[in-house]
C-alpha cells in the first residue's frame, strides 16, 4: 500500500509494511539473522556485483530495519534513510561521508557534546576545522564562508538552551554556495519539524529519544536523498560499521506507532510546566520553543508544529543550589537522556556538555544553573508537584 499521501498518524502505523506478506502477522516480524543464504554460488556471486537484489549480510542490509528506514525516509518526507547503532554513530557516518582532510563545518554555536568531541576529533586527526556561529543572520554565516567550507550543522532546538535557528535562512545562504545542510532534528522528530521541507539535505537523530520514546534503546537515523545515503551506505556505514540491531529496529518500529499521541503529550505537559516555572520565584528564567516571550518564538513559529517536551531553565542560585534542587526530586529522575516516558532531568554543565571547555560552554549559554527537563508522560500536575517541592526545600537564596 502506498500511504505517501496519507496523514501522519497513518504512515507512523502503516507504511513500509504489508502484513500479507508475511503470513498476516500484524506485527512486522524481527529478522534475526547474521546473515542470508544464497541458492547458488552465482546468486551469491550476482549479489556482491548488484546485478541481483536481495539480502546478503545484516550489517549491508535486513529487512526489519528496512523497514523502519522506509518509514523514517517517509515521515521525514526524504528519499532514503539509513538506521544506524547509536545518533553517534549516524552523525559520525554522514560527518565522514561529507568531509575530506582539509575541508571546514560551520556549526550552530551550540550541539550535544558528543557532537562537540567529534568535531574536536575531526579536526586534531584529520585536519577538518570547523566554525561555531550563532546564527542569527545571513551575514555572520557568510562571514564564516570558505572556499573549503562543505557542510553546515545545525542542532535546532540546540541542545541544551533550546536556542533556535531558522532553517529557511540557513538554506538561503547555503544553496547560494552549493554547501550540504545536516539538521539533528533530535529534539522535534519529524512530527514537530521537517527540515527536509525547509531544503536541508540531510536530517539526522538520535533515535533513542523520542523516536523509540520508551528509554530502552539507542539508536541513530539518518535521512536524505538517494544518492548521498546510497554512498553512505557503501562507505561509512558498511566499513565503519555501526549498524542496527533488527530486534532494536524492532522496537523503534512499535515506538513510532505512538509517536504522534506521544508528542502531542509530552507538548500538552511541557506547557503546563513552563507556565508555571516562568512564575516560580527561584526561576530565574525559562527557556521553551512555543513560550510567547521566548526571543526565538518567531522562528518557532515558522518551522515548528508545538514546542516539544524539553524545557531547559535557570534557577537563581549557584551550580551546587542546582545540585540540590536535583538532589531534592522523588518523581523526576536524574538521567542524561530525553524523549521518554518518565520525566528526566539533567544538569548539562556537569553532565552532557561536561566535555566542553568552560569557555566554549558559557558562550554557548550553558551556565552552572541551567537545568534541562524532559518532560514526560506523567499527570503534569504530579510532576509539577515534585518540582515545586523540589525547588521549595531550597528555601530562600
Ligand atoms: C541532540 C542530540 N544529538 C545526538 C545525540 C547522540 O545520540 P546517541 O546517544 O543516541 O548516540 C544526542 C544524545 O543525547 C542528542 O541529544
Known sequence: MNNMNKRMETIVIHHGYDAKQHLGSLSAPIFQTSTFTFDTAEQGEARFAGQEDGYIYSRLANPTVRMLEEKMACLEGGEAALAFSSGMAAVS???LALTKANDHIICSQGVYGCTFGLLQMLKKKYHVSHDFCA?????EIRRLIRPETVCIYVETPI?????LIDLQMVVNVAKEYGITVVVDNTFCSPYLQRPLEFGCDVVVHS???YIGGHGDVIAGIAVGKKELMEEIAKTTQKDIGGVLSPFDAWLLLRGLKTLPVRMDRHCDNAEKIVERLKTHPLVERVCYPADPDNRDYPIYQKQMKRGGGLISFEI?????DAQRFLNHLQLIQIAVSLGDTETLIQHPATMTHSVVPEEERIKMGISGQLIRLSVGLEAWEDIW????????S???I
Open 316 to 320: 537563581k542560585g549557584t551550580k551546587r
Open 394 to 396: 531550597l528555601g530562600v
Open 385 to 392: 508537584d515534585d518540582l515545586e517541592q523540589a525547588l521549595s
Open 135 to 139: 546564527m542569527e543572520t545571513e551575514e
Open 159 to 163: 541542545n541544551p538552551t533550546m536556542k
Open 207 to 209: 533515535a533513542t529519544k
Open 93 to 95: 557516518a554522514v560527518l
